[in-house]
């Protein structure tokens, strides 16, 4: 199995998996294996650490596009998103006129919560992902996805934003208007002392002013979100999952399976990063060795085929629960992988014509 | 990186040690208790070894608690809680998840508890979220005061803020000695450094062991099959290994630093996990 072939036809990858376990790199390598079969493709990042750029062998990456020149038929884009650039950029966009959208964005509660690192990223990735499929200008996107404490997180992510953005229970409870707060004329008397003892009057009247401006805006976030879903579950994008051959990653990486299946989305196979593999049998010739680092050698040999028992019986597994889904394993190298020959030493595996190292 | 085995072998080198402690994951997943072999703990604390406790907390907890906390009746709380607004923002709420887990981190550490009947700890051992993403968490409180400017927030927010700067708390990263995770980890401590000053610790897991020396290794020249195969790998592993670590060591060359073997196991388990919390225990102390 190739990733070549899980994604014919394909325009959009995602990568996800649990922490730790090589997402970043394997999405290069994707990016890379892919463009030197011919097509334009750009892989996004939103991990705050500059990972995607290290295994490039880049010093950093901004929220441009830029291009690396690498020796293929096709081009290879890549980005690192800043959450705080893409959401300015989705305000001025979805502001109706120029004066909402400088009300937005020199909001106070905005400007913290647009550079507070955690929580917005999910969203602008995917926001991100859905812009650049708008505009055609690449044959395949890949994306990395954060390392997320749940890795699902950004499934659902543009939903829950537009629902904070658009919550019309809220609007009727602070009443926002251009006029001010008007919180007491609508009976909601208890609520809003308790509210207000948890936030303070002050948070409160920003809050106010925060949905106010934001509010004409909540329709074209709405329609994003729809917008953004499609394209998730469109057949066009496929899910890669990758995972190490510990038992706790693989054991995440079924739930996520399970989780994409269930919601409709396109589960494109998993990739298995650093298989201990055994080394295949040969005339072992260690007669002539000082007795002593004959044992060591042995004793290593002992370890190394622990290890390569355990992630061959794991993969084992994971190949059984699989079913027909795609499948590939990438050895774990004795090269330490952190630039461009290295990922072409992976995509050996990755754009193999069949290897599967379980076999 | 191996973070929760780190933390779960500093807890129990600190339980040893006479301290009760108390082990905390932020994902919800039930790693300590799977590495302990045992049921989860959920959002209970649970004695989980000798001074030894653990708690996993989880998004909706966590929220419900910290409502509660900040109203001076269970009725309002609930109330509150159980209209559809509060939940409907603060389940949307950028960094708002982040807000209230170091929050109730910080409610752990106290000396006197705002959870009813719960008993002090002399130290809590965090699994925090990876580099970018944990640091956004120690940030949130000065993001959330920065946002409330005064008010009961604010001033709740300054306290936890003034806590993780103080040096009642210690950060201690956890990097595997190869090029990306090194250069992430420097990363972070100069993220760090400007937060909050400079890190604490820094413990390198998973540092194959020294078999061979290069002399052993060129005497292997000649011999061939997979188990001469097996040392050489070892042996071009470990070398690269030890140059990372060395460039991890000169990049933060003030903080007590600690490396935890590779372990061959195949799966780590509570032995394990105690014998890392010896060799940290004798590492960093």
């Given at each position: 199995?190739?990733v070549?072939?899980?994604?014919?036809g394909?325009?959009?990858?995602?990568?996800?998996?649990a922490?730790?376990v090589?997402k970043?790199?394997?999405?290069a390598?994707?990016?890379?294996g892919?463009?030197?079969?011919?097509?334009?493709?750009?892989?996004?990042?939103?991990?705050?650490?500059?990972?995607?750029?290290?295994?490039?062998g880049?010093p950093e990456?901004?929220?441009?596009?830029?291009?690396i020149?690498?020796d293929?038929?096709?081009?290879?884009?890549?980005?690192?998103?800043?959450?705080?650039?893409?959401?300015?950029?989705?305000?001025?966009?979805?502001a109706p006129?120029?004066?909402?959208?400088?009300?937005?964005?020199?909001?106070?509660?905005?400007?913290?919560?647009?550079?507070?690192?955690?929580?917005?990223?999910?969203?602008?990735a995917?926001?991100?992902?859905?812009?650049?499929?708008?505009?055609?200008?690449f044959?395949?996107l890949?994306?990395?996805?954060?390392?997320?404490?749940?890795?699902?997180?950004?499934?659902?992510?543009?939903?829950?934003?537009?629902?904070?953005?658009?919550?019309?229970?809220?609007?009727?409870?602070?009443?926002?208007?251009?006029?001010?707060?008007?919180?007491f004329?609508?009976?909601?008397?208890?609520?809003?002392?308790?509210?207000?003892r948890?936030?303070?009057?002050?948070?409160?009247?920003?809050?106010?002013?925060?949905?106010?401006s934001f509010?004409?805006?909540?329709?074209?976030?709405?329609?994003?979100?729809?917008?953004?879903?499609?394209?998730?579950?469109d057949?066009?994008?496929?899910?890669?999952?990758?995972?190490s051959?510990?038992?706790e990653a693989?054991?995440e990486?079924?739930?996520?399976?399970?989780?994409?299946?269930?919601?409709?989305?396109?589960?494109?196979?998993?990739?298995?990063?650093?298989?201990?593999?055994?080394?295949?049998?040969g005339?072992e010739?260690?007669?002539?060795?000082?007795?002593?680092?004959a044992?060591?050698?042995?004793?290593?040999?002992?370890?190394?085929h622990?290890l390569?028992?355990?992630?061959?019986?794991?993969?084992e597994?994971?190949?059984?629960?699989?079913g027909?889904?795609p499948?590939i394993?990438?050895?774990?190298?004795?090269?330490?992988?952190?630039?461009?020959?290295?990922?072409e030493?992976?995509?050996?595996?990755?754009?193999?014509?069949?290897y599967?190292?379980?076999? | 990186m191996?973070?929760?085995?780190?933390?779960?072998?500093?807890?129990?080198?600190?339980?040893?040690?006479?301290?009760?402690?108390?082990?905390?994951?932020?994902?919800h997943?039930?790693?300590?208790?799977?590495?302990?072999?045992?049921?989860?703990?959920?959002?209970?604390?649970?004695e989980?070894?000798?001074?030894?406790?653990?708690?996993?907390l989880?998004q909706?907890?966590?929220l419900e608690?910290?409502?509660?906390?900040?109203?001076?009746?269970?009725?309002?709380?609930?109330?509150l809680?159980?209209?559809?607004?509060?939940?409907?923002l603060?389940?949307?709420a950028?960094?708002?998840k982040e807000?209230?887990?170091?929050?109730?981190?910080?409610?752990?550490?106290q000396?006197h508890?705002?959870?009813?009947d719960?008993?002090?700890?002399d130290?809590?051992?965090?699994?925090?979220?990876?580099?970018?993403?944990g640091?956004?968490?120690?940030?949130?409180?000065?993001t959330?005061g920065d946002?409330?400017?005064v008010?009961?927030?604010?001033?709740?927010?300054?306290?936890?803020?003034?806590?993780i700067?103080?040096?009642?708390?210690g950060?201690l990263?956890?990097?595997?000695?190869?090029?990306?995770?090194?250069?992430?980890?420097?990363?972070?401590?100069?993220?760090?450094?400007q937060?909050r000053g400079?890190?604490?610790?820094?413990?390198?897991?998973?540092?194959?062991?020294?078999?061979?020396?290069?002399?052993?290794?060129e005497?292997?020249?000649?011999?061939?099959?997979?188990?001469?195969?097996?040392?050489?790998?070892?042996y071009?592993?470990?070398?690269?290994?030890v140059?990372?670590?060395?460039?991890?060591?000169?990049g933060v060359?003030?903080?007590?630093?600690?490396?935890?073997?590779f372990?061959?196991?195949?799966?780590l388990g509570?032995?394990?996990v105690t014998?890392?919390?010896?060799?940290?225990?004798?590492?960093?102390?």
């Amino acid at each position: 199995m190739s990733v070549a072939s899980i994604l014919e036809g394909k325009e959009i990858c995602i990568c996800a998996g649990a922490g730790g376990v090589g997402k970043t790199t394997t999405s290069a390598a994707i990016a890379v294996g892919m463009a030197r079969r011919g097509l334009k493709v750009a892989v996004l990042t939103i991990d705050p650490a500059r990972r995607l750029a290290n295994s490039l062998g880049l010093p950093e990456l901004g929220n441009e596009e830029r291009q690396i020149e690498i020796d293929a038929p096709g081009e290879l884009w890549a980005m690192m998103l800043d959450a705080k650039s893409t959401f300015d950029e989705i305000v001025a966009k979805h502001a109706p006129d120029a004066a909402t959208r400088d009300a937005v964005l020199s909001n106070r509660i905005y400007k913290e919560l647009s550079t507070a690192v955690a929580g917005s990223q999910e969203y602008m990735a995917m926001e991100k992902l859905h812009e650049l499929h708008e505009e055609k200008r690449f044959d395949l996107l890949v994306l990395d996805t954060p390392p997320s404490r749940n890795a699902l997180d950004f499934l659902d992510a543009p939903d829950r934003l537009s629902r904070f953005i658009d919550s019309r229970a809220l609007h009727f409870f602070l009443a926002p208007s251009r006029t001010g707060l008007k919180l007491f004329s609508r009976g909601t008397g208890v609520l809003f002392s308790v509210l207000k003892r948890v936030t303070g009057v002050d948070l409160l009247k920003d809050l106010s002013d925060f949905f106010a401006s934001f509010g004409d805006m909540a329709q074209g976030f709405r329609e994003r979100a729809k917008a953004v879903k499609r394209l998730l579950a469109d057949d066009r994008t496929a899910f890669l999952l990758i995972t190490s051959p510990a038992h706790e990653a693989i054991a995440e990486a079924e739930f996520f399976r399970d989780k994409i299946e269930e919601a409709g989305m396109p589960f494109g196979g998993v990739i298995v990063n650093r298989m201990h593999v055994e080394e295949p049998d040969g005339d072992e010739d260690l007669g002539s060795l000082d007795p002593e680092l004959a044992e060591k050698v042995a004793a290593n040999f002992r370890d190394f085929h622990a290890l390569a028992e355990r992630d061959r019986r794991n993969v084992e597994e994971l190949t059984s629960d699989m079913g027909d889904r795609p499948l590939i394993v990438v050895p774990y190298l004795d090269e330490d992988i952190h630039d461009l020959d290295g990922i072409e030493a992976i995509n050996e595996y990755l754009f193999a014509a069949s290897y599967t190292g379980a076999e | 990186m191996g973070k929760t085995t780190v933390a779960l072998a500093l807890g129990l080198a600190a339980a040893r040690q006479g301290l009760r402690t108390i082990v905390c994951e932020v994902a919800h997943q039930e790693r300590f208790s799977r590495l302990m072999g045992r049921e989860g703990v959920g959002y209970e604390e649970t004695e989980i070894a000798e001074n030894l406790n653990a708690i996993s907390l989880d998004q909706q907890h966590t929220l419900e608690e910290w409502v509660t906390y900040q109203l001076p009746s269970k009725t309002l709380a609930g109330l509150l809680y159980r209209n559809g607004i509060f939940q409907h923002l603060t389940s949307a709420a950028p960094g708002i998840k982040e807000l209230v887990t170091i929050g109730k981190i910080w409610e752990l550490a106290q000396l006197h508890r705002k959870s009813k009947d719960a008993r002090p700890y002399d130290f809590v051992v965090v699994d925090s979220p990876a580099t970018g993403h944990g640091l956004g968490m120690l940030r949130a409180p000065r993001t959330f005061g920065d946002v409330a400017r005064v008010g009961p927030i604010r001033h709740q927010a300054d306290r936890i803020h003034d806590f993780i700067v103080s040096d009642k708390t210690g950060v201690l990263a956890v990097a595997l000695p190869e090029e990306m995770p090194v250069n992430e980890t420097l990363e972070y401590a100069e993220d760090l450094e400007q937060f909050r000053g400079p890190i604490d610790s820094v413990v390198v897991n998973g540092l194959y062991p020294a078999r061979f020396t290069e002399a052993e290794i060129e005497s292997l020249n000649g011999h061939t099959g997979p188990a001469v195969r097996a040392a050489v790998t070892e042996y071009c592993r470990y070398r690269s290994q030890v140059e990372e670590l060395e460039r991890l060591r000169e990049g933060v060359p003030d903080a007590p630093f600690a490396s935890l073997p590779f372990l061959f196991a195949p799966e780590l388990g509570l032995d394990e996990v105690t014998e890392l919390s010896h060799e940290l225990e004798e590492q960093l102390a």
